[in-house]
């Protein structure tokens, strides 16, 4: 390991937690603060690139495969480095955050997998990122137990053979970590999350016959894949692990990345392990790139635009394609239903409807896909089970039959479906419901039988947006304007002060999560995330 250096870093602003000196310590702190005095000017310069490219793609309304890299792409003789035992077989892998209940549930769910999320699934409060480490870390040595007040209940940890593998995913670029900072200068969340996980828990993973394996988010480009594999490099030589340790799997869920799947691969060979096919944070960015592309860019409700729409199919039949292609896993989408405990009649038909996803999911070649309920994880199991049998993947499936062009990924206008009057009035009353969730520390919240994230509330503001942007006429013959979208919004609020009494609406943060979602659904300057302005309000 490098020698120590005082660590520039200083915590700013922040409550002290119960045993943060344990994550907190000066060599992780020294080790957060050189990646981020190597590493955060080129995400600056990265960042910075995004919107050169959002501001070409306004220009002319289309995305095309990269000329630059086309040699990538012809070269058939490449791979990604071969899959650990511990992330060979995929076929189930469980989603949330890294609360204590919520990790032992995850760890001890069935599933091969718990994506450890500080992203989507977590609200960024200093609490969440310090202690969500504190958790792994705990789990990992198995000192973590959970009793809940409300119920009673104790939750501990089952035997290590029958535990998920942990894949942790860091928060996205665009975030910055306000607690921590060099020079007046916060750091990163990404490098702050990967920084402090990968210091604390790289060789102790190693012990355990796994390792620091990562999920990517919100990646636009393959100069970005190229920006974590030099982080993993620089960190595997820090800590004195060999090279080749790391394994990362990237969300493909911009749609700039959908067109540099392989290259993405490529950047990452020696430490990638997969993609990932998500769905809202794909549509998500299908809105803010085509804002201006008009109404053939229009998408209808999201609930419209399942996975068997044929640009989403292009989307993920190329996704498995390029996988394999290249010796990677493909991991499909979330099953996000959360059953319910009192009505047996929806139960029976949402769990139908995740069957017949992760079916065809497996059938279409994917080697895993995500559920978000412990409940969930029999039912996906059995799909893929079906088609594996004792295989741990189905990677020898090449899927040479897939032909998908350029133009394919952008077929929106292929759709027969228009957005619709209910589709606004759902579009604000989850946003309203996840932001107001959100401000108050949680990422992972169960709204109308569904479990959301941000991704939920990203697309779910930027529907109204470009709805409203495009002039859409709903089928009640009314148009979207942003004087229907208040009209909405206040109706929903008065709704949610019924529903749950005025000493607990007083007690919550809704109308700062309304004036929120009408800020990020209105302006007319499009807010690149949400959770930028929602950053700035989290206490």
């Given amino acids: 390991m490098s020698a ?37 000017p080129r ?36 791979r990604v480095a071969e899959a650990p035992a511990a992330l ?32 989507d699934a977590s609200a960024p409060t200093w609490e969440n990122v310090v202690l969500g480490q504190l958790n792994l870390t705990d789990a990992y040595e198995r000192r973590i137990d959970f009793t809940d007040e409300r119920t009673g209940k104790s939750y501990a940890l089952k035997d290590a053979g029958e535990l998920a593998t942990v894949v942790m995913r860091p928060r996205g670029w665009h975030l910055d970590e306000r607690h921590l900072q060099v020079e007046g200068r916060p750091v990163p969340g990404a490098l702050v999350d990967f920084g402090l996980y990968f210091f604390h828990n790289a060789k102790r993973l190693i012990e355990l016959g796994k390792g620091p394996y990562f999920y990517l988010p919100k990646t636009e480009s393959y100069l970005e ?18 090279q080749g340790t790391v394994r990362a799997t990237v969300l493909i869920e911009t749609i700039t990345a959908a067109y540099q799947m392989e ?30 592309g008009g109404e053939k860019f229009v998408l209808p409700d999201r609930n419209q635009v399942t996975m068997t729409a044929p640009f989403m199919r292009a989307y993920t039949e190329l996704l498995v394609r390029t996988c394999h292609k290249r010796g990677a896993h493909a991991i499909g989408g979330m099953a996000a239903f959360i059953p319910s405990r009192k009505d047996a009649e929806v139960n029976k038909v949402a769990f139908e409807k995740v069957k017949n996803d992760k079916d065809r999911e497996a059938a279409d070649g994917f080697d895993g896909s995500w559920v978000a309920h412990p409940d ?4 996906a199991m059995e799909s ?51 932001i107001e969730a959100w401000l108050r520390g949680l990422g992972a919240v169960a709204i109308f039988n569904l479990m959301e994230d941000a991704a939920t509330a990203e697309i779910s503001r930027s529907q109204i947006w470009q709805w409203i942007n495009a ?56 807010a690149d995330f949400l959770t930028l302005p929602a950053y700035e309000q989290l206490r």
């Fill in 4 to 40: 120590l250096a005082p660590s520039p870093l200083a915590i700013v602003d922040a409550e002290p937690l119960p045993r943060q000196e344990e994550v907190l310590t000066d060599a992780a702190l020294a080790f957060v603060a050189e990646l981020h005095r190597l590493f955060t």
């Fill in 88 to 119: 060979n077989d995929r076929r189930v892998e469980i989603t949330g955050p890294t609360d204590r209940k919520m990790t032992i549930n995850a760890l001890n769910s069935g599933a091969k997998v718990w994506l450890a999320d500080f992203e």
């Fill in 376 to 379: 969930l994880v029999p039912i």
């Fill in 384 to 434: 893929f089970d079906a088609v594996l049998g004792d295989k741990p993947n189905q990677k020898d499936r090449l899927r040479e039959d897939v032909r998908v062009s350029a133009a394919d990924l952008i077929a929106i206008d292929s759709l027969d479906a228009k957005p619709t009057y209910d589709g606004l009035v759902n579009a604000v009353q989850v946003g309203i419901r996840y």
């Fill in 263 to 292: 290259e993405i691969l490529y950047e990452l060979r020696d430490h990638a392990s997969g993609l990932n096919a998500g769905r809202w944070d794909y549509l998500f960015s299908i809105v803010k790139n085509f804002r201006d």
């Fill in 43 to 78: 995400r600056d310069e990265l960042l910075a690139r995004r919107a050169e490219r959002r501001a070409e793609i306004a220009a002319t309304s289309t995305l095309d495969f990269l000329p630059e890299t086309a040699a990538v792409r012809a070269d058939d003789s490449w």
């Fill in 471 to 526: 002039g859409v006429v709903f089928e009640n013959g009314e148009t979207a304007t942003a004087d229907l979208a208040r009209e909405v919004a206040a109706r929903e609020l008065d709704a949610i002060r019924a529903e749950i009494g005025d000493e607990a609406f007083a007690a919550g943060k809704w109308q700062q999560a309304h004036d929120l979602l009408l800020q990020v659904s209105l302006d007319q300057d499009y």
């Fill in 225 to 242: 894949a190229r920006l974590w594999n030099d982080i993993f490099v620089f960190a595997q030589d820090y800590v004195g692990i060999p």
